[in-house]
């Protein structure tokens, strides 16, 4: 991997919208909105963390961090994604190094833990375990994946910022 990890700036906004849609165009679980729940995270204020993957000064992939709305009222639980890396680059850890980089940051931040919707057996790999008691309704709650940074993970029914819609 030949990039560096660093907070979004000011003017990375465009670069983060164009990347985050390459990468989920044609994925069979995607509806294409990444990117605009990204925008509206940003502009509702939901966006607690943006880290970029830069390879010089291209954008090559971005991770997101938002709160967790805990029916229990807890707070300190994160929500990881939406996560993109340029396509070309996918499969060279671009992807680990920004959820790494996030969790660290999120640790630091105090954070409880984190959540992440996505493939099971690509998010073991991280730590993130299914069936807790933190669940969320529907029908992607069977995807829902929690990493705790040491406390009990709350039963509660988790929410996500307006943003996901």
Partial sequence: MSCSIREERAGDQAAIH???QRAFEGH?????GEADV?????????????LVAVDGEEIIGQVTHSAARLSNREVGWMVVGPISVEPARQGASIGRA??????VAMR???ASGITVLGDPALYAKFGYVQHTP???DGDLGEYL????????????????APAFG
């Fill in 108 to 110: 630091e931040r105090g």
């Fill in 18 to 20: 164009a990347v985050t």
């Fill in 28 to 32: 069979p679980h995607s509806d294409g």
């Fill in 145 to 160: 994946q929690v990493k705790s940074f040491g406390g009990p993970i709350p039963a509660a029914t988790l929410t996500y």
């Fill in 38 to 50: 990204i925008d509206r995270l940003r502009a509702d204020g939901d966006l607690l963390l943006s």
């Fill in 98 to 103: 920004l959820l790494e980089a996030g969790e």
């Fill in 134 to 136: 933190l669940k969320i």
